[in-house]
């Protein structure tokens, strides 16, 4: 079976610091990866998508950076945190485009 | 821009009642539609997914789909305590991105 890791759990960060959050997924082959951030009480925003190994669609424009540098890791990135990127960083895999996505557990990001 | 709404809530149900959650979405080019439950500090987890027209049910579930009224609902009958989330709705962005488009969420409390 498929298995979603990220970490780490959680991170407190100051601002202007630079961030990497991993993500790895184990039991499958090419899934599709997704980076999401959920602010408190708001909902998912899509940041990051990527089909293949090196091939990033950004959403949003912003500080944040992603990339992929094997089959099964997705990795989030910032030179210089804000405050505003303080919430819940969520990864996803899916089998196919337009399909179910599969949430890992999350990472809980605090700037200060 | 590409919305799905629902109603935030709280939709405040009674222990052993039906919980009915409705989702509406704009795309009308949506091929597919899913319902994520989601516990406070925790991450999105996939209950159902949808794809045709009409009733789908797993277990206490029952997920409803009316495209030509683009309406998504999801019926949790003998709601228990343990119900008690937030649950997102998500349908397929038709730009055949792979995307999904999610709503922000209706909160549901199941009080004993």
């Known amino acids: 079976s498929q298995t979603i890791h990220q970490w780490p759990a959680t991170l407190v960060q100051p601002v202007g610091s630079p961030l990497s959050l991993e993500c790895t997924v184990e039991?499958?082959?090419?899934?599709?990866l997704y980076w999401y951030r959920q602010a408190a009480g708001r909902g998912l925003q899509l940041l990051f998508y990527?089909?293949?190994?090196?091939?990033i669609s950004s959403e949003v424009p912003q500080n944040l950076s992603a990339s992929r540098p094997q089959d099964r890791q997705f990795i989030l990135s910032s030179k210089k945190l804000l405050l505003s990127d303080s919430g819940f960083y969520l990864c996803?895999?899916?089998?196919?485009?337009?399909?179910?996505?599969?949430f890992g557990p999350g990472t809980r990001l605090t700037v200060t | 821009q590409k919305e799905v709404e629902q109603n935030s809530g709280p939709l405040s149900v009674p222990e052993g009642a039906i919980a009915s959650l409705n989702c509406t979405y704009s795309?009308?080019?949506?091929?597919?539609f899913f319902w994520y439950r989601q516990y406070s500090g925790k991450s999105p987890e996939l209950i159902m997914s949808?794809?045709?027209?009409g009733d789908k049910e797993d277990g206490r579930f029952t997920a409803q789909l009316n495209k030509a009224s683009q309406y998504v609902s999801l019926l949790i009958r003998d709601s228990q305590p343990s119900d008690s989330a937030t649950y997102l709705c998500?349908?397929?962005?038709?730009?055949?991105?792979?995307?999904?488009?999610f709503g922000q969420g209706t909160t549901l409390q199941v009080k004993p």
């Open positions: 996803a895999w899916s089998l196919n485009l337009g399909y179910e996505q599969y």
């Open positions: 039991g499958t082959s090419n899934p599709n």
């Open positions: 990527s089909v293949g190994i090196g091939q």
């Open positions: 795309d009308r080019g949506s091929q597919s």
């Open positions: 949808i794809y045709s027209n």
């Open positions: 998500a349908v397929s962005d038709s730009s055949n991105t792979g995307k999904l488009i």
